[in-house]
């Protein structure tokens, strides 16, 4: 198997970065470049926020529910400019906005922080950033496996994410992402040292035999070609693909996982 995977990613060198787990295929293989967020920012709290906040002064109520939430704490304490952003962009909001044109703003703000800080996440929190966006890609996978497979290459979260909402992930979503802002604030991480590409195709040769034999080919085929998936059964294989390379990492204690994470991305 590690020789089919050799041949199918061979001549790979693109520049790594971002933080899904996918894009260590993809981007080897130039298919996806520049960096792109992690995660779709900030939970189903600013929705139950709003419905708490249907008063007259609309955004500046909201925005006292907001400052409840453990991530706007972080950006608030940590990243004074960055909360005065968020904070004139929700104040002046109508007392009709809809949840989804408030996640829109704050998810805005929050991907130009994590943008910033990313690179300084240290192993345990990457460890938990991953494993909520593996939640996220999981509950999409039978909704919009095309939207799976993109946000485990590092795309932003499609509109289907709307579809899986579920209040225990978008918990953990927001305790991920305040975790990142606190520590890349207060005790940056220095750079990892790039992960060898003989580990990445063990890694990956480990997550391709968990498939069945029919995917296995499909996916080789998928990486051999250099393209991206063209039908919906495509999608499905390659979500699982990603899942199953996202779960040979969470599988290993977050300071272990999360090490072999940060290596990754350092790849290049």
Same mark, same amino acid.
């Given at each position: @198997?590690?020789?089919i995977l050799t041949s199918a990613l061979s001549g790979a060198a693109g520049a790594a970065a971002g933080a899904g787990i996918a894009w260590l295929v993809g981007r080897l293989l130039r298919r996806r470049p520049g960096w792109l967020p992690i995660l779709p920012v900030l939970g189903i709290g600013i929705a139950l926020a709003i419905a708490r906040s249907l008063q007259p002064s609309f955004g500046d109520r909201l925005m006292v529910e907001m400052d409840d939430l453990p991530s706007v704490q972080a950006l608030k304490a940590h990243y004074p400019a960055d909360y005065e952003a968020l904070r004139s962009s929700v104040r002046g909001?109508? /007392?009709d906005t809809r949840a989804d044109d408030v996640r829109a703003r704050t998810a805005e703000v929050f991907a130009r922080v994590l943008r910033r800080q990313i690179p300084k996440? !240290? /192993?345990e929190s990457i460890y938990a950033l991953q494993q909520v966006t593996r939640s996220y890609s999981a509950a999409? %996978?039978?909704?919009d496996a095309r939207g799976c497979v993109a946000m485990m290459e590092g795309d932003s979260a499609p509109p289907t994410i709307a579809e899986v909402r579920r209040p225990d992930i978008e918990r953990a979503d927001m305790s991920a992402t305040a975790r990142v802002l606190i520590q890349t604030a207060t005790k940056p991480a220095p750079p990892p040292t790039p @992960?060898?590409?003989e580990d990445l195709l063990r890694l990956s040769a480990a997550a391709l035999a968990t498939l069945p034999e029919r995917d296995q080919d499909v996916t080789i085929a998928i990486l051999r070609e250099e393209r991206d998936p %063209?039908?919906?059964e495509e999608n499905r294989i @390659?979500? !699982?693909f990603n899942l199953a390379l996202t779960d040979q990492l969470l599988a290993l204690p977050p300071r272990e996982g999360g090490a072999k994470i940060r290596a990754m991305m350092a790849m290049n």
């Open positions: @198997m590690n020789l909001l109508p /007392a996440a !240290d /192993a999409l %996978r039978d909704v @992960m060898p590409f %063209r039908t919906p @390659m979500c !699982d």
